[in-house]
């Protein structure tokens, strides 16, 4: 136990600070222990927390360290919080109990819950005002339990997280009402690497997403209107991709369209350098494909290793495949030097490998066409080549064979 020095400041009664806890709370924002590890004496005796501060006093202040506390006591601050009276989470935290501690399996293995968790998740606003009075740890999981509660919003004071999380969800009015108090509208989610190569790799977190791209993903037009008017970034990329690309993943048309009129580039790349027609091609959507050829989407512009029509026809998107030929796509080798028809047919893909051999015929009849326009036309200039010097010399012979007058 740290016994701290007669402090003539501390003591002495301050404007707005009517009774000893919201001294101690004061004091909680000059040494960062909080009012349940706090002790005030007076003459010898423990003020309790109700007491009125009426008179100047000398005070002493004692610092409390955490108790010890078993699986049980911890176990019961959890199930306190979670549907207990707040008077008894508040008992539990005078011991002082660490409110960081999680819940002990009937094994004694460390669980996973948290008292902090356990009130956010049945929306206590009392107890979990209580527990981040106690220094409660503010962890992902926590975060994501209060994403959709405003209240417990206004507790927790993360707002980029809970914009994300709302627009993952759908919530537009939470949305707006996030963004009215303040919220990044670019805020950028992060989220651990779970892939380790080796034991010691330690897991690092990437860029996920901003809110505007998961709410393109998730389809939710009306949440993707609010952000874009907050004026969220819509060439923003993350390991989701661009907005545009996470709409076009997942064949919401609507919002690709919103996104190509404010300007959002129909090259930019997504996932392993995808771009958002190769993505649509590779699914099928076709109402995207066609979307993105009338905005002069590059036809042959798909991944770092195929094209977008090589991909529509390994998978059998037969109307797919239709709009890109007819765009001009490229029928060339893709990945393995394997031609669209190639790999059509090699996985059995019957519409999309007729559709394919005739384009290939009616391509082929339209050069050989034009290749005999061009012998034509160059057959008559040769002609015309001949003819031209005959015409030449008669004109000559006519001209002087006529007699003077």
């Not at 199930?79 to 935290?93: F, I, P, Y």
């Not at 779970?194 to 809110?211: E, V, W, Y």
């Not at 505007?212 to 907050?230: D, F, K, P, T």
């Amino acid at each position: 136990m740290e016994v701290l020095k007669q402090l003539p400041d501390y003591a002495r009664p301050i404007e707005g600070l009517a009774d000893v806890r919201a001294l101690k709370r004061h004091l909680q924002g000059l040494h960062g222990f909080s009012r349940f590890r706090q002790t005030l004496i007076c003459d010898g005796r423990s003020l309790d927390d109700d007491e009125r501060l009426l008179s100047p006093a000398d005070l002493q202040l004692v610092l409390l360290p955490f108790g010890p506390a078993d699986a049980e006591q911890v176990n019961a601050l959890i199930a306190a919080a979670r549907g207990g009276c707040a008077s008894d989470v508040e008992e539990m935290l005078r011991r002082p109990q660490d409110p960081n501690l999680v819940e002990r399996t009937i094994f004694g293995l460390p669980g996973f819950d948290t008292p902090l968790l356990a009130a956010v998740e049945v929306g206590d606003i009392e107890k979990t005002r209580l527990l981040l009075e106690a220094g409660a740890a503010v962890t992902e999981e926590v975060l994501e339990a209060a994403s959709l509660d405003l209240k417990l919003l206004d507790l927790l004071l993360d707002y980029g997280r809970c914009l994300y999380q709302a627009s993952a969800a759908g919530c537009a009015e939470l949305v707006r009402r996030l963004l009215e108090a303040g919220a990044d509208e670019n805020y950028l989610h992060y989220e651990d690497n779970h892939l380790k190569f080796h034991c010691t790799t330690p897991r690092r977190k990437i860029a996920i997403a901003t809110p505007l791209s998961i709410a393109a993903q998730r389809g939710h037009l009306e949440v993707v209107n609010i952000l874009m008017s907050a004026g969220a970034d819509i060439y923003e990329e993350a390991s989701m991709g661009s907005p545009l690309y996470a709409a076009c993943s997942m064949g919401h048309v609507d919002i690709a369209r919103l996104l190509l009129q404010a300007g959002a580039e129909n090259s930019s790349w997504g996932f392993a350098k995808e771009t958002p027609l190769y993505v649509a091609s590779l699914k099928g959507h076709v109402e995207v494909v066609g979307l993105l050829l009338e905005c002069r989407a590059n036809v042959h512009r798909g991944s770092s290793i195929d094209t977008p029509v090589y991909v529509a026809a390994s998978r059998g998107h037969v109307e797919t495949v239709r709009l890109l030929l007819k765009a001009g796509a490229d029928k060339r080798p893709g990945r393995t030097s394997e031609t669209p028809l190639g790999v059509a047919a090699r996985k059995g893909h019957a519409e999309v490998t007729w559709l394919l051999r005739c384009h290939a015929v009616a391509t082929s009849a339209w050069r050989l066409g034009r290749l005999v326009a061009w012998l034509t036309v160059a057959v008559t200039l040769v002609k015309v080549g001949r003819l031209f010097p005959c015409l030449l010399s008669i004109a000559r012979n006519a001209r002087w064979s006529r007699a003077p007058r």
